[in-house]
């Protein structure tokens, strides 16, 4: 098997079909024999049943189904689709025809061509996005890249091929908490990014809105670095300096020029900014144990309740 394609599906019941017409057309002309690896991510709609008949209609393709007892989310779905690849490529595809399959077969050409590449990565040259979702997202990966030693592409999407060595690497990061952008640039390799232009979405909605993106993006920061928890160590640290330096400034003002200590406000305003800061802190802390927390009960990344295979399973 040359070419695996691992399909997360959340709610695509429309879509499933059209993606696999679309990407049979789009395979046609090439000789290399391939799989499709549907995960349907414990969607609401009937999308498992639509990926169910898609496997019942084509038995001449190699069509993998695996159903989620529920909605994990796209990096569990990740996870899933590249653990049962079989292929010696593996793309991660979405089922929303956003991105299209020509570029996949794009993607396989230059793995066959360069054989220095082990992953191909798309990224968005020119993203259709408001003003302010491109201005946050530009600043969060200007931050990220700053406090992480892994480097952040700005716009790469989760649209990739790679080499088996690099599914391998990506399969041993056995994380609760997966934020794939980090793995995949955590497990090194070389990558080589292709600009490619987003499509509309065939049908229903994104999952995604501003509230989401940012918990993502907190996420990201936390699974991927303690650089908050230095943020609150440093601040730390400067408060107590200050509050020496202003202490012996009040014992001063006292002694050599006789000015008793005054002001109610002041103090008022030092106790709410430390009370603050500290519950900040904590609240870093907290976030940080969360994860751990989660971790160490060592649950499954995803359930299977279904699946459907080609394959003897
Ligand atoms: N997806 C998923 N689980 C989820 C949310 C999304 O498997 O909980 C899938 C979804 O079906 C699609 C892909 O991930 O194939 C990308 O999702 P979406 O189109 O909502 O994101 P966008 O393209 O807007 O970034
Ligand atoms: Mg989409």
């Known amino acids: 098997m040359k ?3 691992v ?3 959340y709610n695509e019941q429309d879509n499933v079909e059209k993606f696999y017409t679309e990407t049979v057309k789009a395979f046609a002309g090439s000789d290399f024999s391939y799989e499709f690896v549907f995960v349907n991510d414990g969607s609401k709609d009937n999308t498992l049943k639509a990926l169910k008949k898609l496997y019942d209609e084509h038995k001449e393709s190699n069509i993998k189904v695996i159903g989620f007892s529920r909605n994990f989310g796209k990096e569990a779905a990740m996870y899933a689709g590249l653990s049962n ?3 010696d490529y593996v793309c991660v595809i979405d089922a929303d025809l956003q991105q299209r399959p020509e570029v996949a077969l794009q993607m396989v050409n230059i793995l066959d061509e360069n054989e ?3 992953c191909v990565a798309a990224y968005q040259e020119e993203r259709k996005e408001s003003k302010m979702m491109i201005t946050l997202k530009n600043a969060f990966y200007k931050l990220i890249n700053k406090i992480t030693e892994v480097d952040f592409v700005s716009g790469a999407s989760d649209f990739r ?3 088996r060595s ?3 690497a990506i399969l041993n990061m056995t994380e609760y908490h997966r934020f794939s952008k980090g793995i995949f640039s955590w497990v090194g390799f070389n990558t ?4 490619y232009e987003v499509q509309e979405r065939e049908s229903g909605v994104s999952n995604w809105n501003v509230w989401k993106l940012f918990k993502y993006a907190l996420e990201g920061i936390i699974s991927f670095t303690t650089a908050p928890l230095k943020f609150a160590t440093g601040v730390g640290t400067l408060a107590f300096f200050a509050s020496i330096i202003y202490t012996l400034i009040i014992v001063i003002r006292h002694f050599v020029w006789g000015v008793d200590v005054a002001g109610y406000d002041s103090i008022v305003a030092l106790i709410l900014m430390f009370g603050g800061l500290q519950l900040l802190c904590v609240g870093i802390l907290g976030e940080y144990l969360a ?3 989660v971790q160490v009960k060592n649950r499954p990344v995803y359930i299977i309740s279904k699946m459907y295979s080609y394959e003897e399973i």
């Open 166 to 168: 690099m599914v391998e």
């Open 85 to 87: 690849a079989k292929g």
């Open 291 to 293: 994860k751990v927390y």
């Open 116 to 118: 220095e590449y082990d």
């Open 161 to 163: 091929t790679f080499r």
């Open 7 to 9: 399909v997360p599906c």
């Open 3 to 5: 070419l695996s394609l």
């Open 192 to 195: 080589k990014f292709i600009p």
